[in-house]
C-alpha cells in the first residue's frame, strides 16, 4: 500500500501563487507515476498534472500550462504542485494520485486517466478569489 498525505490548500486571491505537498509513504518502489487531479463543485474530477518517478517527464493539461509546475523531492519521496497566476477558475479540490505506471498498465497506461492511478490522497481545497 501507499500512503499519500496533501497539505498546502486555502483560500487566496486571482493572481496569487501557491505550492501544494504530496507526501508518499509505504511500498513507494511500486510507484513510477504520480498525478494531480481536481474537482470542482458539480463538475467531474479532472486531470493537472503528472509527473514520472524519476522527475524526467511531465505533462500537463492545457488550462495550467505555464502556470502550474509539478515536481518531485526525491529524498523526500514529495510530490509539488506550485501554481502561479492563479485564478478562479482554478478553484477545486485538489487530489494527489499514485499509480505504478506502465509496469502494471503496459501500453494501455495513460498519465492523464484517473482509472489507472491505485492509490489517492484525501485532497486538499484550493479556493480563488475574484
Known amino acids: 500500500q501507499v500512503q499519500l498525505v496533501e497539505s498546502g490548500g486555502r483560500l487566496v486571491q486571482a493572481g496569487d501563487s501557491l505550492r501544494l505537498s504530496c507526501a508518499a509513504s509505504?511500498?513507494?518502489?511500486?510507484?513510477?507515476?504520480m498525478g494531480w487531479f481536481r474537482q470542482a463543485p458539480g463538475k467531474e474530477r479532472e486531470f493537472v498534472a503528472a509527473i514520472n518517478w524519476s522527475g524526467l517527464s511531465t505533462d500537463y493539461t492545457d488550462s495550467v500550462k505555464g502556470r502550474f509546475t509539478i515536481s518531485r523531492a526525491n529524498a523526500k519521496d514529495t510530490v509539488y504542485l506550485q501554481m502561479n497566476s492563479l485564478k478562479p477558475e482554478d478553484t477545486a479540490v485538489y487530489y494527489c494520485a499514485a499509480s505504478p505506471g506502465p509496469s502494471s498498465y503496459g501500453s494501455t497506461w495513460n498519465s492523464r486517466e484517473g482509472r489507472l492511478y491505485d492509490y489517492w490522497g484525501q485532497g486538499t481545497q484550493v479556493t480563488v478569489s475574484s
Open positions: 509505504g511500498r513507494t518502489f511500486s510507484v513510477s507515476a
